[in-house]
């Protein structure tokens, strides 16, 4: 996400502690839990859902940029995998929002050329070569580069979003090496306990000791690497994991999730059912006024941290999302 959009993000939220005003800013919308991966600690490929149509999802998008919303990022499974979303990405240029993609970067290289509209794109990258295809697959290392290259010849803001697990640790200084070669903000998360769409144990994580020096280690090349996407309180909010963190929240506030069957979640991870609160059974507006804000206690979401963070606007949070 841009600077700007943080900044009127985090505007916005100062209204809503003023005025009582409540509106889902920004969304992140689930198109699809189809894949074409498997990697090692994602289950979304298991977990079918029906999808939200083509023309029923234009009818959602009309009606949030109504309701206030000004940022959505699609997200998956494999957001690419749905046919109409060049389509759906062109809508909301059309109605003024900024759209951006989460994607493994397989299938943008065929594709680049129909995201002209597009304002952002997320690339996940595991770490070097060995680790990443065997997490992801053989090949789709050089597939997510070769798609790096491609949404940067378009001139779309592009990035890399990294999960910290117990392969990729003691990769940093390739990570860091290659944000600085391409250019390319990199931002920093953890691999959590539990799978990606399950309740098994991860496979991959990461070892709290070795997790904490790696966040320590990004703690001081911020300073210094201005490719590192998440603030300096993001990094050190992050260096807590997994103990619970208390953070201020805007989930149902500003931001909401949609699930690719329609069900309307304050964030990602706070997937809590709340009667029914679904986009394909009851208006969005309806939907967002029933969601109550969670009580997890905490928060490893590079985007959504960095969010809450910046809710706050301290001036030192302010300041570092501004300009390093």
């Known amino acids: 996400m841009r600077i700007k959009e943080k900044v009127f993000l985090g505007c916005a ?57 000004r940022v959505i990022r699609f997200t998956g499974g494999e957001p690419l995998l749905r046919e109409d979303l060049p389509r759906l990405v062109n809508h909301c240029s059309d109605l003024g929002i900024s759209v951006g ?52 010849e378009k001139n779309i803001y592009t990035t890399i979003s990294v999960t910290l697990n117990s392969r990729n640790l003691f990769s940093l200084d390739y990570i860091l090496g290659l944000a600085r070669e391409l250019r390319v903000q990199t931002f920093f998360q953890p691999a959590l306990k539990t799978m990606l769409y399950s309740e098994e144990i991860n496979p991959f994580k990461p070892d709290i000791t070795q997790f904490r020096q790696a966040m320590e280690v990004l703690i001081r090349e911020k300073r210094k690497n201005k490719f590192i996407g998440n603030s300096l309180a993001s990094l050190k909010h992050m260096r807590c994991w997994p103990d619970k963190t208390a953070i201020n929240c805007v989930a149902g506030k500003i931001i909401c999730r949609i699930g690719s069957n329609g069900q309307m979640y304050p964030c990602p991870r706070a997937k809590v059912e709340k009667g029914e609160l679904n986009v394909l059974k009851k208006s969005a507006k309806e939907c967002f006024e029933g969601l109550t804000q969670p009580f997890c206690g905490e928060c490893w979401c590079s985007l959504f941290v960095d969010l809450n963070l910046l809710s706050r606007l301290s001036p030192d949070t302010i300041i570092d999302a501004l300009f390093m």
């Open 13 to 69: 939220y100062l209204k809503t502690i003023l005025f009582g005003i409540k509106k889902p800013l920004l969304v992140s919308w689930e198109l699809t839990k189809r894949c074409n991966l498997r990697c090692k600690y994602c289950g979304s490929w298991l977990k079918q859902d029906d999808e939200i149509g083509p023309s029923q999802a234009l009818e959602l998008i009309r009606s949030l940029y109504a309701m206030g919303t």
């Open 101 to 152: 993609i989460a994607s493994n970067g397989i299938l943008f290289p065929g594709m680049a050329n129909e995201f002209k509209r597009l304002a952002a794109v997320s690339f996940s990258l595991d770490g070097p070569e060995d680790i990443h295809d065997f997490i992801r697959g053989k090949g789709s290392h050089k597939q997510v580069m070769q798609a790096i290259d491609a949404a940067k």
